[in-house]
């Protein structure tokens, strides 16, 4: 049982390119998150998906998109990387169907992400 | 959501319990008290939640005050593998659909020997 399994690991960008993170879970949760962390800062939330076809913005969305392709995965984009998006990027799940289980979130191990 | 107020950082000798405060005053009475912790370099890791009693599970212990304006995660035998950073948040159970935990700088704990 894997979890929640992010790739790239790593990864280098030059400012402008583009990239896409890749997060899938094998648990059966409805919910899938992605944040990014920076140094010395907690954990501030990117976008979200309640469940399978929907998603919505979180608390620092701008310069990113998501895809929730299905149950299981949800991918996290950047369109034109800047340098203020280095940054390691989390994502996570949780069962998303209520109840106080519900904000039991399972992360991954994260992405670390440079942007040049 | 209730605001979470946390030390910035604590020391605790191997083997000793460590007992990490978090207060909630302004909590509303159907926010549950949940606590996760991340080790440098890793994604966080959930630890123990609870509404007003007190719960305890292989990890930790949580100890919530009658009035729930504040708790205690409480490790009962502080080993150098619990250093870390620790978040207390409070949020309200789910009816359904997603849900938005925000987590905050949290406390470090250093376990030293």
């Known amino acids: 049982n894997a979890g929640v399994t992010q790739t790239p690991k790593f990864q280098v960008l030059k400012t402008g390119q583009s990239m896409t993170l890749q997060c899938a879970q094998d648990?059966?949760?409805?919910?899938m998150y992605w944040y990014r962390q920076d140094p010395g800062m907690g954990l501030r939330l990117i976008y979200y998906?309640?469940?399978?076809?929907?998603?919505d913005k979180g608390e620092v969305p701008n310069g990113y998109n998501v895809s929730r392709l299905n149950k299981r995965e949800f991918s996290l984009r950047l369109e034109s990387a800047a340098p203020s998006q280095t940054s390691v990027y989390f994502c996570?799940?949780?069962?998303?169907?209520?109840?106080?289980?519900?904000?039991?979130?399972?992360f991954g191990a994260g992405s670390r992400l440079t942007v040049l | 959501d209730a605001k979470t107020t946390q030390p910035t950082s604590m020391d605790c000798a191997e083997g000793r319990a460590a007992n990490l405060p978090c207060n909630h005053s302004?909590?509303?009475?159907?926010?549950?008290v949940y606590w996760y912790r991340q080790i440098h370099s890793q994604g966080p890791q959930y630890i123990i939640h609870?509404?007003?009693n007190n719960e305890t599970n292989e990890m930790a212990s949580l100890i919530i005050t009658e009035d729930r304006k504040s708790s205690t995660l409480i490790l009962p035998h502080a080993t150098l593998r619990d250093t870390a950073v620790y978040y207390c948040?409070?949020?309200?159970?789910?009816?359904?659909?997603?849900?938005?935990?925000?987590f905050g700088t949290g406390t470090q704990l250093k376990v030293e020997l």
């Open positions: 609870g509404l007003k």
């Open positions: 996570a799940s949780t069962t998303g169907t209520g109840g106080s289980g519900a904000n039991v979130l399972t």
């Open positions: 998906s309640a469940s399978e076809g929907t998603t």
């Open positions: 648990m059966n949760h409805n919910s």
């Open positions: 948040i409070v949020r309200a159970r789910l009816t359904g659909g997603g849900n938005k935990l925000t």
């Open positions: 302004t909590i509303s009475g159907n926010e549950y």
